[in-house]
C-alpha cells in the first residue's frame, strides 16, 4: 500500500536550517510529483511547493523562494526539503503529499507530518 | 489571508445536512477543479473530494461536492458525530503556477 512517512520532531534556533524527509513506498517514486504543505498551530493549511522526482524540477510558492530547496534521493525513495534562515512563524507541521496520477493537485496521499519548532 | 474564502466555522445536529461553501476567483476555481480535504483532529488531512465532485475510494456518499462559477461548495447529508472535523477547499491556481486552500472551515455537530 501507499505510504509517505516522514522524518521525526525537530527544534531550531532562529536563523537555523532545517531538512525533513519523506520516505514513498508502494508505488514507483519517480512517477509521481511530491507536494508540501505546512500548518501552523492553529492554523490552516499553507503551500510551500511542488517537486518531480523523476527530473528534479521545483517550484516554490513566492513566500519561501530564497529559503526553501527541494531535492530526492531515487535510490531510497525519499523526497527532502530544507527550509533554512528560519523564524519563529515558521513553527508548524510540515506535511508531504503525492500527487494523484495525471492531476496537478490532487493530493490522495500525505505523510503523517513532522513538527519542527523554532525556539531560542 | 488565504486565498480562497471559507466560513469559518459550521454546524449541524445528527441527521442534518450542512453544506461549506468556498470561493475563489477565474484563476483558481474559476478555471480549475476544487479538492476538499478532511482533517480530523492531530491527523494528517484526507482527500475527500476531488475534481469537484468525484469521491475517492471509502468515502461515504454522504459527502458531495459541486463548482459553480469561481465558487464550489461540500454538502455533507445525514451528519454523524464521526464528521466533526476541519475541512478545506484547495484549487490549482494558474496565476500562483501552485495550489491555494481555504482557510478551513471547523464543523462542529451539535
Known amino acids: 500500500q501507499v505510504q509517505l512517512v516522514q522524518s521525526g520532531a525537530e527544534v531550531r534556533a532562529p536563523g537555523a536550517s532545517v531538512q525533513v524527509s519523506c520516505k514513498a513506498s508502494?508505488?514507483?517514486?519517480?512517477?509521481?510529483?511530491v507536494h508540501w504543505v505546512r500548518q501552523a498551530p492553529g492554523q490552516g493549511l499553507e503551500y510551500l511547493g511542488w517537486?518531480?522526482?523523476?527530473?528534479?524540477?521545483?517550484y516554490f510558492a513566492q513566500k519561501f523562494q530564497g529559503r526553501v530547496t527541494m531535492n530526492r534521493d531515487t535510490s531510497i525513495t525519499s523526497a527532502f526539503m530544507e527550509l533554512s534562515r528560519l523564524r519563529s512563524d515558521d513553527t508548524a507541521v510540515y506535511f508531504c503529499?503525492?500527487?494523484?496520477?495525471?492531476?496537478?493537485?490532487?493530493?490522495?496521499?500525505w505523510g503523517q507530518g513532522t513538527l519542527v519548532t523554532v525556539s531560542s | 489571508q488565504s486565498v480562497l474564502t471559507q466560513p469559518p466555522s459550521e454546524s449541524g445536529t445528527p441527521g442534518q445536512r450542512v453544506t461549506i461553501s468556498c470561493s475563489g476567483s477565474?484563476?483558481?476555481?474559476?478555471?480549475?477543479?476544487v479538492n476538499w480535504y478532511q482533517q480530523l483532529p492531530g491527523a494528517a488531512p484526507k482527500l475527500l473530494i476531488y475534481?469537484?465532485?468525484q469521491r475517492p475510494s471509502g468515502v461515504p456518499d454522504r459527502f458531495s461536492g459541486s463548482k459553480s462559477g469561481t465558487s464550489a461548495s461540500l454538502a455533507i447529508s445525514g451528519l454523524q458525530s464521526e464528521d466533526e472535523a476541519d475541512y478545506y477547499c484547495?484549487?490549482?491556481?494558474?496565476?500562483?503556477?501552485?495550489?491555494?486552500f481555504g482557510g478551513g472551515t471547523r464543523l462542529t455537530v451539535l
Open positions: 503529499a503525492r500527487v494523484k496520477r495525471g492531476s496537478y493537485s490532487i493530493f490522495d496521499y
Open positions: 517537486f518531480n522526482p523523476s527530473s528534479g524540477d521545483s
Open positions: 484547495a484549487a490549482w491556481d494558474d496565476s500562483l503556477n501552485g495550489v491555494v
Open positions: 477565474s484563476s483558481n476555481i474559476g478555471s480549475n477543479a
Open positions: 508502494g508505488y514507483t517514486f519517480t512517477g509521481y510529483y
Open positions: 475534481s469537484n465532485n
